[in-house]
């Protein structure tokens, strides 16, 4: 025969351990929840120190569409990215984009690349149209959608460059200058290489 006391003390028990077992559930719920907050705020952190620099290097080598300044529409592929400006190849043409001019990009990846360093974090603007002018590459300098400008840069200052004023498919002498344009870099809305041939 079953004793009513060992009954109440066993049916007693098992509230008890209910309860625990509940408030233990409830503690691992807590635990977990708390973990999960902290991760989505470490997350939400580590993206508010991402640079638009870093996100483009994730998508070097990538298919990207941009807008500048100038309201010009460009997609290409992304090949290069220096501290202050992005290369697209566009249908041939090498295309150079101020970030200044950067109104909005479309279709970028997840990707993410690491903050330059070195030699990579001093690649300016002016870096880079130092390199054309050295070169006398001919270019295609947009101030916006409807003003384009034929040349070859002559010089690069600290904030501004000169472009003598050449016909496409003359080369750069004296007597083929038709003018000079000084532009502050401010106003360059994007710069491409000559038509291919």
């Not at 290097?57 to 300044?69: D, E, K, N, S």
């Not at 300016?124 to 130092?130: D, N, Q, V």
């Amino acid at each position: 025969m079953i004793d009513g006391r060992e009954v109440g003390a066993y049916v007693g028990e098992m509230r008890w351990d209910a309860l625990f077992d509940d408030l233990e559930s409830q503690l691992h719920s807590a635990r977990d929840a708390d973990r999960e907050s902290e991760i989505r705020e470490r997350t939400r952190l580590e993206q508010s120190r991402l640079t638009l620099v870093q996100r483009l290097l994730g998508q070097v080598g990538l298919p990207i569409g941009v807008t500048t300044a100038g309201g010009r529409p460009l997609s290409g592929i992304l090949t290069h990215v220096g501290s202050e400006w992005v290369s697209l190849m566009v249908e041939g043409r090498s295309v150079l984009v101020p970030l200044s001019s950067l109104q909005s990009l479309r279709g970028l990846g997840r990707g993410v690349g690491q903050v330059p360093s070195g030699v990579a974090a001093k690649l300016g603007l002016r870096s880079a149209l130092r390199g054309l002018s050295r070169d006398r590459v001919h270019v295609s300098l947009w101030l916006g959608a409807a003003s384009r400008h034929s040349g070859v840069i002559d010089r690069v200052g600290a904030d501004f460059l000169e472009l003598g004023l050449v016909a496409t498919g003359e080369e750069r002498r004296a007597a083929n200058v038709r003018d000079a344009l000084t532009v502050p870099f401010r106003a360059i809305d994007s710069l491409e290489s000559a038509a291919p041939d």
